[in-house]
C-alpha cells in the first residue's frame, strides 16, 4: 500500500525536496505506473467515437505525472547522489523503461491512434496537433508498433537492457571521477598555478579535514588549472592520464558495458529495419540519415584542417622559442600549458585577469538584465524554497506584464556527489488550461566555486557556459505550445541547441558585458584594452577547437555505423585511432575517453550518433546572431521575433521552417567560419 504522503505521488510546482527520501521512490513510481497505464487503458477501451481529446489530447497527459516523478529522481541522483537513492533509482529504472518500450509496442493503443486520423476531425486539425498525430504515428512506427510478437518481444527487452547498463555507465563513471584525488602539503609543485586555484585547492583540502594542504581532484576546475597553468610536467601527465582513462578498472569499469551498448543498439536498429543506428536515431531529426550528419562532419573537417596544421606548428615553434630547438615533442598534457603561454605572449593575456570582473551574482544579475531588455522578462530570486543542496538557488520568471511564466533552480558548484559537466532539465512544462500553466526546470553547471574568503569568480568559459544552459531554460520557459509533447526543448536534437548556443555570443559583446562585468571590490568595468585582448582570444586556436569537436563527432558515428568488434577489434584501440586523427600531440596508449564519454553512454539515446548536433546547431547559431549583430544586439524587435518565431514554438513545425521564419532564408556556414577565423578551401 502507498503511503498517502508520499511527497513524489504530489504533482505540484513547489517540488517538496527536503521531504524527498529514498524509500519514497519505489512506492510512488510503482504507483504512478499503474497510473499511467489506466489512462493509456481507457484510451484504448473507449467505446464512442474518436476525436482529439480522447484519444491524443490523453495520450499526451497520460504519463505526465510520471515523467515529474522521475525527473525529479533521476536529477537527484545526479546531483545528490547517495547508496541509497542510487539503489532505489536503480530499482524503478528497469520498470519504467519497461513500460515505456509496451507503449510504443502496444498494438491496441497504435490502432486507436490511427482510427482517430481517419476521422474528419483528425483531418481538419490545426498545424501543431496534426503535426503532433503524424510525429505519434512515426513514433510508433519507428519504435516496432508493426512488428510482430517476437520481435516486439526482443525489442523490449533490448529498451529494459540499454537502460539498465546505461545508468550502469554513468553511476561508474560519477564513482570514478570522485575516488581520485591529489593532496599536497605544499606548494613545492604547484609552481605556476593562480591564486585562485590554491585557493580552490586549500577549500578543497578543509572540507576533507586537511587544514594547510592543498586538494585536486578530476572536477573541472581542478583538472583544467592544472593541465593550463601548472609548471610540473609530471603533475599535468598525471592528472591527464587519471581523467582519460576513467572508468577503466573494476570496480568502475566502462569498457564492456560500451561493447555492450553498441551491440544493442545495432540490433535495435536491425530489428527495426534500419540499417544503422545512427539512420534509426536520425530518422527524426534534420539531418535525416547517418550519412547526412557525416557528409556534414566531413565538410567542416576540410574547411578547418588548414588552419588546424597550421596552428599546430605554431605552438611546436613557440615552444622551441621558450626552451630550444632540442624541446620535446608536445605531448596532450602540453598542450593546454603552452597555449596558455602562447596566448600570454600573443595577446599579453592572462585568462585570470578577467576573474575579479566575473563573480557570479554579477554575472547572473547581468544574463537577466539581458534577456529583460531583449525578452521582455523578468527574473528575480525567490527565498524560502526547499531545495536539495544549501547552494542551490530559486528564480521566479514573469513577463513585463506581472504574468507568472515559470521558475527555476540554479545548481552552480561541484560536489562529488554531483555528475560533471553543465545542463539543463525540465521538471513541469507548462500547458494553457493543463493541471499546471506555468514551467519548471533547473539548470546545473560545475563553475569555480568561491574559495578564500572570496565570492564566486568566474572564468570567461564558466559565464559562457552558463549563458549557454540558460538559453536552454529560455527555451524551456518561453514555451507556449498547447501540446505538451511539442513543448520546450521537445525538439530535434541537432536544433537544440540553437537557443542555448546563441546565447554564448553575448559574452563577447561590449555593451553586454557592460551589464555584468564589474570588478567585485571596486565595481569598475572592464577597460577597453582588457577587452580588446580577450576578443583577440575568440579566435586563438579555434582550429584546434573546432576540430576536437569534429573528432568527437566523427568518433560517435563511427561507432553507430561502422564499428564491427570483429574486424574492428579493441574498442578502446578504435576509438583511440580516430581521436588521434583529429588530436595535436600523439596520444597515450592509455587513452580511453570514451570510458568517460557521457553524451553517448549514460543514457539510452542521449547524444548517441548525434553529437554531430553541436556543430550542426552552431552553424544555426552563428547565422541567427547576424541579425542581432545587424540590429544591435540588445535589439527588441529581433530578440521578439527569436522568442516569437523559435524559442516559444517548441517543435509545432519542421526546425528548418522555424529558423528560416526568424532569418528569412536557408541557413550557411559562412557565418560560422567567418567568425572562427577559419576559410573553406576550394574543394
Not at 580577450?534 to 573546432?546: I, P, S, V
Amino acid at each position: 500500500m502507498v503511503e498517502p504522503q508520499n511527497p513524489l505521488l504530489r504533482y505540484q510546482f513547489d517540488v517538496p525536496f527536503d521531504a524527498i527520501a529514498p524509500e519514497h521512490v519505489e512506492p510512488a513510481v510503482d504507483a504512478l505506473l499503474a497510473r499511467s497505464q489506466e489512462r493509456l487503458d481507457a484510451i484504448k477501451q473507449h467505446q464512442g467515437p474518436r476525436d482529439y481529446t480522447n484519444t491524443l489530447g490523453a495520450l499526451d497527459h497520460a504519463t505526465e505525472e510520471l515523467e515529474y516523478a522521475m525527473s525529479i529522481v533521476g536529477h537527484l541522483e545526479s546531483v545528490a547522489s547517495t547508496t541509497a537513492l542510487r539503489d532505489a533509482y536503480n530499482a524503478v529504472q528497469p520498470k519504467v523503461s519497461a513500460f515505456y518500450a509496451g507503449v510504443s509496442l502496444d498494438a491496441e493503443l497504435y490502432r486507436a491512434i490511427k482510427d482517430f486520423a481517419q476521422t474528419e476531425e483528425a483531418r481538419a486539425l490545426e498545424p501543431a496537433p496534426a503535426r503532433f498525430l503524424k510525429q505519434t504515428l512515426d513514433d510508433f512506427r519507428r519504435h516496432g508498433a508493426e512488428l510482430a510478437a517476437g520481435p516486439k518481444q526482443r525489442l523490449s527487452e533490448l529498451t529494459v537492457e540499454l537502460s539498465r547498463l546505461t545508468t550502469e555507465y554513468s553511476q561508474n563513471l560519477l564513482d570514478a571521477t570522485g575516488q581520485f584525488e591529489i593532496v599536497f602539503e605544499d606548494t613545492t609543485r604547484l609552481a605556476g598555478l593562480p591564486e585562485s586555484a590554491l585557493e580552490a585547492a586549500k577549500d578543497s583540502a578543509r572540507a576533507r579535514d586537511r587544514d594547510g594542504a592543498y586538494r585536486f581532484t578530476l572536477q573541472q576546475p581542478s583538472y583544467v588549472a592544472v593541465l593550463t597553468y601548472a609548471d610540473d610536467a609530471a603533475l599535468r601527465e598525471q592528472m591527464y592520464r587519471a581523467y582519460n582513462s576513467r572508468a577503466t578498472a573494476s570496480p568502475h569499469d566502462n569498457r564492456p558495458l560500451m561493447a555492450q551498448i553498441l551491440a544493442l543498439r545495432a540490433e535495435k536498429a536491425k530489428l527495426l529495419g534500419f540499417a544503422t543506428f545512427a539512420d534509426l536515431n536520425l530518422e527524426d531529426r534534420m539531418a535525416k540519415t547517418g550519412a547526412t550528419a557525416r557528409a556534414f562532419v566531413a565538410d567542416l573537417h576540410r574547411a578547418t584542417e588548414a588552419a588546424f596544421q597550421r596552428e599546430n606548428a605554431e605552438l611546436t615553434a613557440f615552444r622551441r622559442e621558450l626552451e630550444g630547438a632540442k624541446a620535446p615533442e608536445l605531448m596532450p598534457w602540453d598542450i593546454g600549458y603552452y597555449s596558455e603561454k602562447l596566448r600570454k605572449a600573443r595577446f599579453d593575456f592572462d585568462q585570470e585577469e578577467l576573474r575579479p570582473y566575473l563573480s557570479v551574482d554579477g554575472v547572473l544579475g547581468g544574463l537577466f538584465a539581458l534577456v529583460h531588455r531583449i525578452y521582455g522578462i523578468r527574473v528575480s530570486r525567490a527565498e524560502g524554497v526547499a531545495t536539495y543542496h544549501p547552494d542551490v538557488r530559486y528564480y521566479d520568471v514573469r513577463d513585463e506584464s506581472g504574468r507568472d511564466i515559470g521558475a527555476f533552480f540554479a545548481d552552480l558548484y561541484p560536489r562529488e556527489n554531483k555528475r560533471g559537466g553543465a545542463w539543463m532539465a525540465d521538471f513541469i512544462t507548462g500547458v494553457p488550461g493543463g493541471r499546471h500553466p506555468k514551467h519548471l526546470g533547473v539548470m546545473c553547471a560545475n563553475a569555480s566555486p568561491p574559495s578564500g574568503g572570496k565570492p564566486a569568480l568566474l572564468t570567461h568559459s564558466d559565464v559562457e557556459t552558463l549563458f549557454h544552459e540558460f538559453g536552454h531554460l529560455l527555451h524551456h520557459l518561453l514555451g507556449k505550445a498547447k501540446v505538451r509533447s511539442l513543448a520546450g526543448t521537445r525538439v530535434a536534437w541537432d536544433f537544440v541547441e540553437l537557443p542555448s548556443m546563441i546565447m554564448e555570443n553575448f559574452c563577447w559583446e561590449r555593451s553586454a558585458l557592460d551589464l555584468f562585468a564589474r570588478h567585485y571590490e571596486t565595481g569598475d568595468g572592464i577597460s577597453t584594452a582588457l577587452l580588446e585582448k580577450l576578443r583577440k582570444t575568440r579566435t586563438f586556436r579555434a582550429a584546434n577547437a573546432q576540430m576536437r569537436q569534429l573528432g568527437l563527432a566523427a568518433l560517435d558515428l563511427a561507432l553507430h555505423i561502422d564499428y564491427e568488434p570483429e574486424r574492428d577489434g579493441d574498442l578502446m584501440a578504435y576509438a583511440r585511432g580516430i581521436m588521434q586523427a583529429h588530436s595535436s600531440a600523439p596520444l597515450s596508449d592509455d587513452y580511453a575517453m570514451i570510458a568517460g564519454f557521457s553524451h553517448l553512454f549514460s543514457s539510452p539515446v542521449g547524444y548517441a550518433a548525434g553529437y554531430y548536433s553541436y556543430k550542426w546547431a552552431e552553424v544555426l547559431e552563428a547565422d541567427a546572431f547576424s541579425r542581432f549583430a545587424e540590429r544591435g544586439v540588445f535589439s527588441r524587435e529581433v530578440g521578439q521575433d527569436f522568442r516569437e518565431r523559435v524559442l516559444s514554438r517548441g517543435n509545432e513545425a519542421d526546425p528548418m521552417e522555424l529558423f528560416q521564419a526568424f532569418l528569412g532564408r536557408a541557413p550557411s556556414s559562412d557565418a560560422l567560419l567567418k567568425r572562427a577565423g577559419l576559410v573553406v578551401e576550394a574543394a
